[in-house]
């Protein structure tokens, strides 16, 4: 009736280990499909037929995990891809930006240049302005002399008080310096 495990070993080609661990891998075929006669275990029709059949049943076990895999891969794939498509716009409007941000950046320099020959050109007029100004003063100044040495003569007069004022000041901050110096650490 049934079939022993050497028997089985020999007709599957697996050694008896192999045998075993496939025996105890099956949950509860031990209780269902052995039982002893004398000194040997023995399988039944229905427990050689699973284990014959064991490597199919493991590879058709292996299929919905496969697959589910393979579901799970294709899921990880589309959300890369999005977000991969998310990454190229943003890439892209950054570019956009730095673009508008150079052609800002080269106006700026180019509108820089034309204020600062604006203003060249402005100083040349002052500058010839100013000497023109500077020749109809010489002309006024002629003419004012008189009142200029009159005047002149007070201001000499004047400038001499604030210079007397000016050295006893300096005279005065000197002294000062000198008695600042003279700190009690000074004399050691």
Do not use: C
């Amino acid at each position: 009736m049934g079939k022993t495990i050497r028997q089985l070993s020999e007709e599957l080609r697996l050694s008896k280990q192999a045998i075993n661990q496939r025996i105890n891998s099956i949950n509860g075929f031990r209780s269902k499909h052995t039982h002893k006669v004398k000194n040997h275990l023995e399988i039944d029709n229905q427990g050689v037929k699973m284990l014959a059949n064991f490597d199919k049943q493991k590879r058709q076990e292996r299929q919905p995990n496969r697959q589910a895999e393979n579901d799970k891969d294709k899921n990880i794939d589309q959300i890369l891809l999005k977000q991969l498509d998310v990454k190229d716009q943003q890439i892209a409007n950054l570019q956009q930006a730095l673009d508008r941000q150079q052609k800002l950046q080269i106006a700026t320099v180019a509108e820089n240049h034309r204020l600062k020959e604006h203003v060249r050109k402005l100083s040349g007029l002052l500058e010839t302005s100013g000497s023109t100004q500077k020749q109809q003063a010489n002309g006024k100044d002629n003419n004012l002399s008189n009142n200029a040495n009159a005047i002149h003569g007070k201001d000499k007069n004047n400038n001499q008080n604030e210079n007397k004022v000016a050295e006893s000041n300096k005279e005065q901050e000197r002294l000062y310096k000198s008695k600042a110096n003279k700190s009690w650490w000074h004399f050691w």
